[in-house]
C-alpha cells in the first residue's frame, strides 16, 4: 500500500510519508486498529509517519476500542454532543479536521468507510489539496437514502479521494463504472477480517460478566443490533415485536441484544423486550467480547454493516434488517 502511494501521487521532498488517520465510530476503529499497527510496525523501516486523529462521533464506544487495541490518539477533536444532528456532526468534524490538517502537514489522509467523519475528513482534506486514501471504498447500494447518511458519506468521499482501497472485486467494479481510474483502486481485503483473527478465541473469557453466564452449549444463542436511522421508529418497532414472537414460540433461544446508546434505539428496544423471559438485554460490549459474542452465535440479527461481514467469516449466519445491503458478498 505505501509503496503504491509513493510512486503514484506521493513524493515528500523529506523522504518520508507522513499519513494522518482519520475515524470517529466504533466501527471504523475496529477497521483501521489493523492497519494503524501494522503502519506503526513498518514505520521506521518504510519511512512513514503516522499520526492517529479521532473525531469522537461516537464517545463511549469509540473508546472501549481504542483501549482495547491500545490506540492512543494524537488529536481527539471530542465532537460528540447529546442527540446532535447530522449537519453539527459534520460541521464540527469539518471545522476541527481542518485545524488538524493544517497543524499536522500530511501527505495523505487516511479516512475510512462511510461516516459523517469519513465525508468531513476527505472533503477537509480537499479544501487543503491533501490527497485522501479511501479505506473500504466502492460498497453501494445505489439509494442514496438507505443506508442514510451512510450511503451518501462513501459516495462523496469517493469522488474525493485519490486513491480507493476496494475490499473486494464487486467494490473495484463499481469504481470502474462510477468512472474512476483503475490505476487508483487496489483490491485489499477487509481490515475487519485481520481484527477478527486478532479478537477471536476458544479461550476467551468475556470482560462482560453477564455474558460470562450463557450457557453456548446448552440451546441457541441469537445476537441481535440494530441502530441505524432509517429503521428508527416503525420499523424498529415490528422488528422487535418479531424478536419477541421468536424468544416466546421457540424454548431453546435466547435472544443477546447489547442496545446501541441512541435514546431513540433505547426507548422502543426497552419498551418492547424489556422484561422478556429469554431475551437480555445488555450495555454495548466491547469489540472483543463482541467477536466472542458472535463466534459463538448460533445467529445474528442486524442491520449493521460491519457484523455482515464479521458473522460469515466466523462462519455464523446473518438476517440483515434492512431492505438494501452495500455487502451483497455475505449473501
Known amino acids: 500500500m505505501t509503496g503504491s502511494l509513493r510512486k503514484n501521487i506521493l513524493c515528500p521532498e523529506s523522504g518520508r510519508l507522513r499519513v494522518l488517520a482519520v475515524f470517529g465510530t466504533r466501527p471504523e476503529a475496529v477497521k483501521m486498529a489493523p492497519l494503524i499497527k501494522e503502519l ?11 499520526s492517529v486523529c479521532v473525531t469522537a462521533q461516537h464517545r463511549e464506544m469509540l473508546d472501549q476500542v481504542l483501549e482495547r487495541f491500545g490506540i492512543k490518539p494524537d488529536y481527539d477533536l471530542d465532537i460528540m454532543r ?26 495523505v489522509v487516511l479516512v ?28 453501494r447500494t445505489h439509494d442514496k ?15 474525493l479521494a485519490d486513491v480507493h482501497f ?3 472485486s464487486n467494490n473495484f467494479e463499481n469504481l470502474i ?22 479478537t477471536a478465541s476458544d479461550s476467551h473469557t468475556f ?8 450457557d453456548f452449549s446448552n440451546g441457541r444463542v441469537i445476537t441481535v443490533t440494530l441502530h441505524r436511522r432509517e429503521n428508527l421508529g416503525k420499523p424498529l418497532e415490528g422488528i422487535c415485536r418479531s424478536i419477541r414472537a421468536l424468544a416466546e414460540k421457540f424454548g431453546d433461544i435466547k435472544v443477546v441484544y447489547p442496545v446501541h446508546l441512541n435514546p431513540a434505539v433505547r426507548d422502543t428496544v426497552y419498551s418492547i423486550l424489556g422484561g422478556v423471559q429469554r431475551i437480555m438485554l445488555v450495555e454495548p460490549v466491547d469489540v472483543v467480547d463482541m467477536h466472542n459474542l ?32 452495500e455487502r451483497p458478498e455475505a449473501v
Open 40 to 50: 506503526k510496525s513498518r514505520g521506521k523501516n518504510e519511512r512513514i509517519d503516522l
Open 82 to 107: 447529546g442527540r446532535q444532528t447530522i449537519g453539527e456532526i459534520t460541521t464540527r468534524a469539518l471545522n476541527g479536521l481542518t485545524e488538524v490538517i493544517m497543524k499536522d502537514g500530511p501527505d
Open 112 to 139: 475510512h468507510g462511510d461516516t459523517t467523519t469519513s465525508f468531513a475528513g476527505s472533503l477537509a482534506a480537499f479544501y487543503e489539496k491533501v490527497p485522501v486514501g479511501h479505506v473500504e471504498a466502492g460498497l
Open 145 to 159: 437514502y438507505s443506508p442514510y447518511p451512510e450511503e451518501m458519506n462513501r459516495r462523496l468521499t469517493g469522488v
Open 166 to 168: 476496494a475490499p473486494t
Open 177 to 198: 463504472s462510477e468512472g474512476v481510474r483503475p490505476e487508483a483502486i487496489y483490491i485489499t481485503g477487509n481490515t475487519v477480517i485481520d481484527a477478527i483473527r486478532m
Open 207 to 214: 470482560k462482560n460478566t453477564g455474558l460470562r453466564d450463557i
Open 294 to 325: 458472535l463466534y459463538r452465535s448460533y445467529m445474528v440479527i442486524t442491520d449493521s454493516g460491519g457484523l455482515q461481514e464479521e458473522a460469515p467469516s466466523l462462519g455464523v449466519p446473518v438476517i440483515v434488517a434492512r431492505n438494501e445491503t
